[in-house]
């Protein structure tokens, strides 16, 4: 069983913070990695996508992928209260190319 | 990305009905997907419905439960069959949009079966 793993939180940082949101995952010919950003009632909102391994910043996120040790993270710079939110990580199955998702990271910014 | 709108929203419905759901897309793509999601839990795949084809089902999903059309490259619905409390859940669809596997999701339909 081919699977994605995060920690379910609460994760909470002050405003201002960092915060740092890490997802592993166990398929090791995976090629594709997704950050999604699910507010309470919502659907889940692509934020982050990223495919080689390093880092990839977008405003204040920044996806880290390390392939070798099949681990997948996000972070937020300065974090807001806006950011509050269950954060899901997907990959990529290299069988069939449908997305796995873990459980999501809850993340609590607070002023 | 995608522009994805769902209908109904939400619905309530009695036990033993059955529901359409339907999901368009305002550009045409070949995999469209339906996923579960219950209160807490994360997105559980349903099935991949692709245009002019059969749709694939997940292991524990069948089609007599949640059959599904694809009439066009725009256009999708999931039917939730005879339907018990346990199918109280939000069904999401999404598409997959170019390459590399990205999936945008529709808003959502919150179902609460009575």
């Known amino acids: 069983q081919k699977e994605v793993e995060q920690n379910s939180g609460p994760l909470s940082v002050p405003e201002g913070a960092i915060a740092s949101l890490n997802c592993t995952y166990s398929?090791?010919?995976?090629?594709?990695f997704f950050w999604y950003r699910q507010y309470s009632g919502k659907s889940p909102e692509l934020i982050m996508s990223?495919?080689?391994?390093g880092d990839k910043e977008d405003g204040r996120f920044t996806a880290q992928l390390n392939k070798a040790s099949q681990y997948v993270s996000l972070l937020i710079r300065d974090s807001q209260p806006s950011d509050s939110a269950t954060y899901l990580c997907?990959?990529?199955?290299?069988?069939?190319?449908?997305?796995?998702f873990g459980q999501g990271t809850t993340l609590q910014v607070k002023p | 990305s995608a522009v994805i709108s769902q209908k109904p929203s939400r619905d309530i419905c009695q036990r033993g009905t059955s529901l359409t759901i339907q999901c368009q897309v305002d550009?045409?793509?070949?995999?469209m997907f339906w996923y579960r999601q219950q209160p807490g839990q994360s997105l559980t795949l349903i099935a991949t419905?692709?245009?002019?084809?059969?749709?694939?089902?997940e292991s524990g999903f069948v089609i007599d439960k949640f059959p599904i059309s694809r009439p066009n490259l725009t256009f999708s619905t999931l039917t939730v069959s005879n339907m018990s409390p346990e199918d109280s859940s939000i069904y999401l669809c999404?598409?997959?949009?170019?390459?590399?596997?990205?999936?945008?999701f529709g808003p959502g339909t919150r179902l609460t079966v009575t």
């Open positions: 999404s598409v997959e949009v170019d390459r590399y596997y990205e999936q945008y």
């Open positions: 398929d090791r010919g995976s090629q594709s």
């Open positions: 990223i495919y080689s391994n």
């Open positions: 997907a990959v990529s199955s290299s069988n069939t190319g449908k997305l796995i």
């Open positions: 550009s045409q793509v070949t995999m």
């Open positions: 419905a692709n245009q002019g084809s059969e749709a694939t089902y």
